[in-house]
Each structure stands twice: as C-alpha cells, then as structure tokens.
C-alpha cells in the first residue's frame, strides 16, 4: 500500500475531478486519464450553444487544475477496453496498470434508437456540439436575411428544441432571449421578434423532477420570451425540414430549420467493456449498476461514478444524471479509498440533495431547494451563485462574472461566431428586391 | 445619387468596416458583403493561437458592430466573381449590384510555391488556423510528456517559426512564455523549459521593417525567453518531421514536430477577378495595382484597399499590409464617394504612418514611433493600450483586458483548450516504467 497503490481515474468530469481531489494528501498515486486535456462545465455548455460565452470560459486545463498536486499525473488518452483479471486500461496502443480504478467517463446524446435524427438534431454534450448549434441557430437567422419566400422564412425562424428538461428550457429561454433582444436591431428584412421557439416535452409538464408550481412559473417565464411549451407530447419523425410530433390533438408536423435535442442521454460505451470484461451488469439505459460503495460485484476495486453509474437514491430509484451526484460520489470514492487503504470499514454513499435550478433567460430562474421553492430574480442570482462558485480556475469565474454583467445591462452576447463556411455552395441565397436578385441565366 | 447610390463593401476586416463606418451619415445604401459573421481583430490572432485569449474575444458580430447604422446592411455570402459591365458582384447563386463598389477581402497565407508546406506548417489568417497552432503546440507537449526516446522527445518540444515580421516575433515570444511559465509545472516527464523555440528568418536581422536598434532589443528580448534568431537563412524544405535550411553554414536540417508559418501572405483570389473581369493589373504577390486615390485604372467605381490593394506609399514602395493602412484607406475611401457625389475633387490617399509595435512575452515590447524608439515596459503598455483601443466591441475590451491583467498576474494562460480528437487511432503513446506500459501482443 502507501506510495504503490495506484488510481487511475477514467475521464476528468466532476466525478473524475472530484475523486482525485479527493486523493490530494493520500499517499497514492493517481492517474488521470481524459480524451480531452479540459475539464468542461458541462451546466454552463448551453450558454456556449447560444453566443453568451466563449468555450475557453466554461473549460479548464486539466493540467493546471492539477498542477499542485504532486500525486498525480495527467494522459491525454482514450480508454478503449479493460483487462480486469491483470488490472489493465487499454488505450490506442499502450496500456495502464491500476490497482483501483475509478471510472467516470459520462454520457452521450441518445436518440432512443433513431441515429439518424443526430445530423438533423444536435444535442449538447461536447464544447463541439455546442459550436455547432450556436452555429445552425445564427445561420438560421442568416438565412432567413436572405429569404424572400414568408413560408420558407418562417422554417428559418421556427426552433424546436425536443426535450423539457433543465437544458431544454435553459435552451429555450436563451433562443427566446436571442430573438427577442440580442438581435432585435440586426437585421433588415425581417424582426427576430417573429420567431418561434417551441419546447417539445413528453411529459404532461415541463421540468417533470421539479414540483409542479414551479413548472407552471418557468413555462410562465418561458412565455414571456415567446418561447411555447407543447407537453404530452412525443416526437417520431425529424429531418432536414422539421419535426413531426404525437401529442393529444394526433400527429402533426411542423416546418423547422433547426432541430435541437435535450431529451435524452444514453451511457459511455465504455459501460460495455466493464461488462464484458468485469462482468457489470448495464441497465436499459447502458448505465453500470453499481453497489451501495459505488463499485461493481466482484471488483470492489472498480468504482464507477457519474452519469455512467446506476446507484440508488433513498426512494431506490436510480441517481439522476446531474453535476452534484457526480461531485459526491467522486469526492465519496477518494475517502473510500483512503480509508479501505487504512483498513477503516467503508459506509455505503448517500446522495445529499441540495435542489435544483433552471435558469430561463435574463434574470429569470426557478428554484427548487428542498423546503424552499422560489423563481424569478432571487432564483436568478442563486443560480448565478451557485455556478460561479463551482466554476473550477479562478480566471474562468472573473471573465464569466464580466461576461455576463455585461448581457445583463446591455442584452448584447459576445461569443457571436458562425463556423467556417463549408466546402461546397452556400446554402441557397434568395432574391431582396433592392440589393441582392436571384441570378439569372447563366451569363456570357 | 442620393439615396439611391449603392455601396457593396466585400470584406469586413478593417478595410471594410472602416468604409462602411465613414459611410454612416452619407445619403447611400451600403450592403457589406463577407464570408463570416464577424469582424476579426488579427492583430491578436496570435494570442489565439497560443491559448491566451478565446476565439470570441477577437472577434465582433457584424451586426452588432453596423446595428445601429441604418443605411448598412450585411450579408453572409462569398464573392465568387464580378461583372464589371453590369456592376454586379456574383455571390453562389445570386448577385448584388452596385454603383460603387469597395474591395476589401485581404489575404491569406503563401508558402512562395510550395502548397504542400501548408499541411505541416500552418500559418495565422483565420480564427480556425489559430484554434489548429493551439491544438498544435498544445499537443506537442502531451506527446512529450508521454514520449520515453529522448531524441523523439526533442522534436516534440522544439518548435521552429518560419519568418521573424512581427507576427513571427509575436509567435515565438508567446511560445517562449507558454514554455517558461504557463506549462511550468505541468508535466511530470519533462520540464517544459527545455523547449526549443527557433525563429527563421531569411533577411539578416530579425523585424527588417524596424530600425535595427530595435531589432537588437527585440533578439535580446526572445533570448530571454529561451528563443533563439536563425537570421540570413531560408527554409528549403517542411515536412512532417521537421525542416531543411539553407544559411551562411550550409544545408542543415533541424527536427520539429511543430512548424509555424509567419513568412508570406498573396492576396485574396478575388484579384484574379478583378483582373479578367476589370481589366486590373496584378503584382507578383497577386496584389492589385491601384491609383492615387485607390481606384483600378478605367474604373473609378471600383476601390480596392487593405491587403489586397498595391497602393505606393511617399517613397514609391507598396504600402504594407497592416492594420494601421486598411483602416486609414477603408476612411479614406468612405470619404472618396461622399466628396465625388457631392462634386468635390477627391485628394489622392496618403498613409500617414503611426509608427510600428511589436510585442514579445509578457511585459515586453518594441515600438518605433517614428522620432520615438522604446522597448521594454514602456513598450508593452502603448501595445496594450494601442491594441486595446482599437479592439472593436465595448465587451471585447472589458474581457482582453480582464484575461492579460490575470495572465499579468498568475502567468497563466486561460484558453488552453485542444480540439476533438481525430476518428482513427490516437498518436503513438509509449510507456513510462510506472504508469503506461508499450502494449504487449494482442489479448486473449
């Protein structure tokens, strides 16, 4: 034990981070291994997806947030598959030996077995998921500058952003505020104002885990900005020209540019290894069920946290996939681990719930922390707190303190940027009757 | 003429939006034309690309920088040709047309022949080729630290900037930074002080444009910093492993797995329009030949400013194509059209010269403002300040200057953010005794 023991620690999320923070002063040598040489906020990704912060602000190196901590040690490195007898991490052609691993390598976007909605639908998991809808939302706006025809404009200016979770309403209230105020004065032939933000939610109600007023507060906020919530409803068709959705009234379809998904995530593949090879078992959603200390039967040496894991709560339900679990269970498996190595008796974790928060655009929010449920402006400023606080590197919290005191007294966003034009023809650009014709024939 | 009078801008660098801005209370319509949304600040694209700035803060919306000016519009679209009879400018599939029209597109990188340098030796023109020397150089250092062979090491960090401008310059300081004290504490198998940072430059001193009190300033300034000048030396040859040079000494050949690209720029291939459709003349470097008052000879509809333009300067040599010069033109000729639809004679251009600044690493500088030469502190600060002050976009400001007073003070570099991963394997990892290990032959 002591200085030999080795943790290797998959992926540099909340749990990955939290764990080997966790293991600071522990005489163990941590390893922590990340595709990506950042760790990423994930909750502030949709601010990045809607122009109102730049990637570099909700991302901090790895490396120096590790830095002063002499016990471990950073590989930029993909986790391919597991030699659980040898005690073995594969990677692309090396591998890494532990003697207790702790995995933490997150979810993707899940279509619920329709992939092919992912080109039409980009959800939001990766800085460069986020890009790309902060691209399609500002092309859009674009493309409707340059449409001459009302029927197609309004596909340009319809968004459908398909599940009513935290992220979705968050996305949708920043679509909203983006119509609505940042660029209200932009553009020539049309007002951004005639936008249709539309939240699709199979529930009966936006926000299901929240109590139900406060779902009615943020639908409210969410009107506010234009932004229509159609609830009950399922979605089972999407392409390239909208969606096309079963709710109460039958089956309908409506014209839309751009598609946006928030409805849900399905586990790393790297769940599929840990069954193959440690024999875990994986529930419908591929998430590892784990044990009451966070490891899988047979190798309480392999702990599995986050957004990967199936852990029970309290009401034996299984944890939902959000930032704080993630921060428990890493910092939970660092003191297990110290105290397994002290021959100290393990307790089985137990999640604190600490609340929820949605923010629904400018200075609106609603709350729900325990016996306390409250929405708009104190909501906001609680929200505001709260991520700043967690935002990990000092600098990252000063600039998005500036970033957004500046959204909030001038409704301007920053981090406006289009990609780079593809290769190919511009997407088709219309006739305006003073400054831009349709071409004709091909000239001599 | 009157309102009727239609100005098409193509290019929304300093050229362009200088034109459209001294345009705001003319009697015209002016439509600005410009493959990207946004109005870069190049001057700090090497800041990008050497993680110390985020892409959005260099970069203004459009929009958002012509809001509030009612006779401009923008459009999101590439100028493909030109119909100079018909005065049209053919986008994909539509046109504009004009009465005036502004050229105002710039350049982009030039290898002098060798195209096939561009994949190994990236240059600085564009947001998406500051992300890519990021991800780069950043790279270069993860491959290190988990590189065993030590001459394989020392091609990951030695780093060779091919031409000693101020871009050049700008570039190895900034690497010479990142190697001395951003990454300082970073990596376990290596310090990356021991970097290698080599500056080529072909003429015998390093910022040929400067006087050369300030060119020794600036090489004793780089050498500080651990970079070294190879000065009076060509490169004959990139390629993945490194570049051959031809010097005083003879032929030598230095291994690098990172090459940067500070040496040539041609002007944009819009020129070549200009020509066949125009009748323009072009230089060796694809510039156009313009008149006194920055108009192609038999059009005087036609202006053509910034980088794209060879306009003479007093001593007869072409005006070089900075910042300073566009902006000067873009007003100037924003001032051409009022004065001509007004019957006034219009004067011909003349650059006035502000002087020259270069910085190098943190808090040093040289500037060469014309009776005044400086360097050091002194230096920086008029560099900050000059820059800061032209930064387009009140917030950019605010967060620059929020991001170098934290770089001031912690000498860390906040946007250290390496793109996804590529689809195939990742780059060859190899062991270290404790913690990676060569994979052994394929498991059971």
Redesign the interface.
Known sequence: MGDSH?VVILGGGFGGLYAARALRRAGV?V?LID????HLFQPLLYQVATGG?????I?A?L??VL??QKNA?V????AR?L?AEQRRV????????YDTLVVSVGARNHYFGHDEWGEFAPGLK???DATEIRSRV??AF?AA??EPDPEARRAWLTFVVVGGGPTGVELAGALGEIANDT?K????SFRPEESSILLVEHDSRILPPYPEKLSVKAENALIRLSARCITGTRVTAIDGEGVELAGPAGTYRIRSRTVLWAAGVAASPFGEALARRAGAQLDRKGRVVVGPDLSIPDHPEIFVIGDLANARGGDGNPLPGVAPVAMQQGRYVGRAIIDRLAGRTVEPFRYRDKGNLATIGRAAAVADLGPLHFNGFAAWVTWLFVHLMYLV?F??R??VL??WA?HYL?H?R?????G??PAG??P????DA???????PA?A
């Open positions: 080795r040598q390893t595709r990506r040489n950042f912060l730049s990637p570099g602000d991302a190196p490396r120096a830095r002063k040690r590989f930029l490195a993909e598959d030699d594969i990677l692309d052609d090396a591998y890494v030996e990766t800085i460069e500002l092309m674009e500058e340059r660029l004065d932009d553009f020539r590197g600098q990252n000063v600039l500036v970033q500046f001038t301007n920053g981090a406006r940027l289009i780079p034009p023809p511009s088709s650009v219309d006739g003073t400054a831009l014709r349709r071409q004709t000239r």
